[in-house]
């Protein structure tokens, strides 16, 4: 952090040298500001007619001295002064008013956002002289009243030939610590580190109310699926996104001071944010902030496990990245100089965009690959004559476990978003002895990252090669009309909305039998529950006359030896690879 920053333009040499030496001063640790250091900043005030405002750390030690104008003053970057969940800065800021006011809005929202210890102002006398020193500091719990801070009563400072201290009766220390303590005390709980990122989850939307709120409870479920701690959620109904902000400026300071009081260490928005809006908003408060994207994005790199799928999520969060490859650290903004080259060189910020562009060039060469590879097993699958069931549907529909029961296979299947990654085929034989190659796919999800669509194309892809598809939908989940609707519109971008498919009505079990016959009727589809083998007969017969159908018409020659007399499909046996995939030549 610079140890002189602002506006000096315009001033006299002599002027900024004083400026400079005030950093010689030193403050006793419980003062706000010694009698000394007041007096000359307030002399320097009136002399420039502008404000000067001073940033210490709680041992007294001046950080940055900052020149305003006439009106206020901006702060630098904090950043370096990291703030722990439910902790201040750890630095406070002192400035001086041109005129006779109290703290102003501007610096009330300083104190929220920036999570400054203290927020002190003091008055200049017409003859250059201090007045008063008005104080306010972050409230550690919401007020009744709704107020985020807590103004002290004006404290007049002692007169130029006192030996006082110019805020003797506040101890600046012990009140910073009161203030922490009530923090911890108010946060309980919430203070043991766990480990985990604790989120708050904010939506700022046009649509209407129940939308809105369905959309955040996917989005706590996104949350949870990476293993994020939800803390508390704020929607704000706009008839318009702010540009800037996403959210007004009134509601990101009382959101920041919320996350801070709540032991928050992320926030994250249910929309999108553009790389403007980011960077405002990262610039103005403490807290990391990511958005719906960025969130599936991380939970997509950890469920990764095959070389595949990490090179198309290593390729979509470089792309999404890219961007918004900017930075708070005035280090990256800091010139390089560059070997035989013209001028200053290229920035430490340009250097990074340049090697994530590279990055990106090879793993798109390595996604070219990917395809050849996935174009040698869709052949290997021709010349077999086997038809394909792709099993489709959204996130956490049932996809992987409707494929174990319906294969014996052990397939991961949790009760969590984006479970399945990397997809999985089993080959498989109805009851009356024909053949087919079953595959589970990556579930989709509403407003999926345009990044993944790019970078998965290669997985996605595999459907275009599928006989029929089985869109599994979740009945217990109250927004599966929309969840299907999001599908079929993924079907439709990717141009194979032509090939038949069969709804599979999930989770009937826990449903009543009138709303699942309700539900059957409106969409045609087959009501099953995924992990009982007795409910997927009606499924299975509609899958078999499908399927005989397409060997019939295209006169495919299938493998015709003994098959089972239960009703379920026989799994032929197959050994697994390195990866957990089935070795049979089939292996996704």
């Known amino acids: 952090m610079k140890k002189l920053y602002g506006n000096t333009g315009g001033l006299k040499a002599t002027q900024i040298r004083r400026i400079e030496n005030l950093h010689h001063h030193r403050i006793p640790p419980e003062s706000v500001i010694s009698n000394q250091l007041a007096i000359e900043i307030c002399a320097l005030t009136r002399e420039i007619r502008r404000q000067i405002g001073l940033l210490v750390d709680r041992s007294g030690k001046l950080v940055t001295v900052i020149v305003g104008d006439h009106q206020k003053i901006n702060i630098p970057d904090t950043s370096d002064y990291k703030t722990p969940p439910g902790r201040l800065k750890g630095i406070r800021c002192v400035h001086t008013h041109v005129r006779e006011e109290g703290l102003t809005k501007d610096d009330l929202t300083d104190l929220s956002l920036l999570h400054l210890d203290l927020m002190a102002a003091i008055t200049v006398t017409q003859d250059g002289k201090p007045g008063v020193m008005h104080i306010a500091h972050i409230l550690p719990q919401p007020a009744k009243n709704g107020d985020r801070h807590r103004l002290l009563a004006p404290v007049p400072l002692a007169e130029p030939d006192s030996d006082a201290g110019g805020d003797a009766d506040i101890d600046c220390l012990s009140l910073v610590k009161a203030i922490e303590d009530e923090l911890s005390l108010y946060q309980g709980v919430r203070r043991v580190d766990t480990g985990k990122e604790r989120a708050i989850l904010v939506s700022v939307s046009t649509q209407p109310r129940h939308r809105a709120l369905a959309s955040m409870e996917e989005l706590a479920e996104l949350a949870r699926s990476c293993d994020i701690e939800v803390i508390d959620t704020v929607l704000q109904s706009r ?141 290997r699958r021709t010349r077999s004559n086997l038809p394909v069931i792709s099993i489709i549907g959204y996130t956490n529909a049932g996809k992987s476990t409707l494929l174990n029961t319906l294969t014996n296979s052990e397939v991961l299947a949790e009760s969590r978003l984006f479970a399945t990654l990397d997809p999985s085929s089993r080959r498989l034989r109805f009851p009356r002895d024909t053949d087919v190659i079953i595959t589970d796919t990556v579930g989709f999800i509403k407003d999926l990252p345009r990044e993944l669509k790019v970078a998965f194309r290669a997985t996605l892809e595999e459907l275009e090669s599928a006989d029929i598809l089985l869109h599994v939908i979740d009945m217990d989940n109250p927004a599966y009309e929309a969840q299907m609707e999001s599908v079929e519109s993924i079907l439709e971008e990717l141009g194979i909305e032509d090939i038949p498919v069969i709804r599979v009505l999930n989770k009937a079990d826990r449903l009543d039998n009138a709303f699942v016959a309700q539900v059957v009727r409106q969409t045609g589809g087959i009501a099953i529950c995924a992990r009982d083998s007795k409910s997927l007969h009606p499924l299975i017969d509609k899958m078999e006359t499908m399927v005989n159908a397409i060997v019939n018409n295209n006169n495919i020659l299938v493998d015709r030896s003994a098959g089972d007399t239960d009703g379920i499909p026989v799994p032929f046996p197959v050994t697994e690879n390195g990866n957990g995939a089935a070795a049979n030549g089939y292996d996704d």
Request: charged share 30%.
């Open 239 to 379: 008839k318009k996104i702010n540009p800037r902000f996403a959210l007004g400026t009134g509601k990101l300071e009382e959101l920041t001071v919320h996350a801070m009081q709540q032991g928050a260490s992320l926030i994250i928005f249910d929309q999108e944010l553009n790389p403007s809006q980011i960077k405002e908003i990262t610039d103005l408060i403490e807290f990391k902030v990511i958005d719906r994207t960025q969130l599936i994005l991380d939970i997509f790199a950890q469920r990764a496990k095959s070389r595949d799928g990490k090179i198309q999520v290593e390729l979509a969060q470089l792309k999404y990245m890219l961007p918004r490859l900017a930075t708070k650290n005035t280090a990256m903004s800091r010139l390089t100089g560059g070997i035989g080259g013209r001028g200053p060189g290229e920035t430490k910020l340009e250097i990074n965009r340049r090697r994530v562009r590279d990055k990106i060039t090879r793993l798109e060469k390595s996604l070219v690959n990917i395809k050849k590879h996935r174009g040698r097993q869709k052949a």
